[in-house]
């Protein structure tokens, strides 16, 4: 639970700056932080409550599919015939950045369930003095 704040807050910077655009192999040093925040988010849903698991675990599928057609989507265009200009590749961009926002939404709204059901399950976070 401890990490998972740091990570998000680098992926959003990240995500707002580019900063990734600026290093080569950039995935090499991009993988090891999408990882260590996927386990974060788990961990931390896993502590939290099986509703936020179940949101999260889908919030992860579709941004790892959002990932996977950034990273294949043009090849896959190439291969069905279609050019990096067209109607497919247009809805190619809709259907990965849809894809994106959704996860990060359910993400964002798994921990809030999350937070809630354990907040009303009773169980006291605050440690006995």
Same mark, same amino acid.
């Given at each position: 639970?401890?990490?998972?704040?740091?990570?998000?807050?680098?992926?959003? $910077?990240?995500? $707002?700056?580019?900063?990734?655009?600026?290093?080569?192999?950039?995935?090499?040093?991009?993988?090891?932080?999408?990882?260590?925040?996927?386990?974060?988010?788990?961990?931390?849903?896993?502590?939290?409550?099986?509703?936020?698991?179940?949101?999260?675990?889908?919030?992860?599928?579709?941004?790892?599919?959002?990932?996977?057609?950034?990273?294949?989507?043009?090849?896959?265009?190439?291969?069905?015939?279609?050019?990096?200009?067209?109607?497919?590749?247009?809805?190619?961009?809709?259907?990965?950045?849809?894809?994106?926002?959704?996860?990060?939404?359910?993400?964002?709204?798994?921990?809030?369930?999350?937070?809630?059901?354990?907040?009303?399950?009773?169980?006291?976070?605050?440690?006995?003095?």
């Amino acid at each position: 639970m401890v990490a998972l704040p740091p990570l998000l807050s680098f992926l959003t $910077i990240d995500r $707002i700056l580019r900063l990734h655009d600026h290093i080569p192999s950039w995935l090499l040093f991009y993988l090891p932080v999408l990882a260590g925040t996927s386990v974060a988010i788990v961990a931390t849903a896993r502590r939290l409550s099986p509703r936020c698991l179940q949101l999260t675990a889908i919030a992860l599928v579709l941004l790892v599919g959002s990932f996977l057609i950034h990273e294949y989507g043009e090849w896959l265009l190439f291969h069905l015939g279609g050019s990096t200009t067209g109607w497919m590749y247009e809805a190619k961009a809709v259907v990965k950045h849809g894809l994106e926002v959704a996860g990060w939404f359910l993400i964002a709204l798994g921990l809030a369930v999350g937070l809630r059901e354990h907040d009303h399950s009773g169980v006291s976070t605050k440690p006995d003095l």
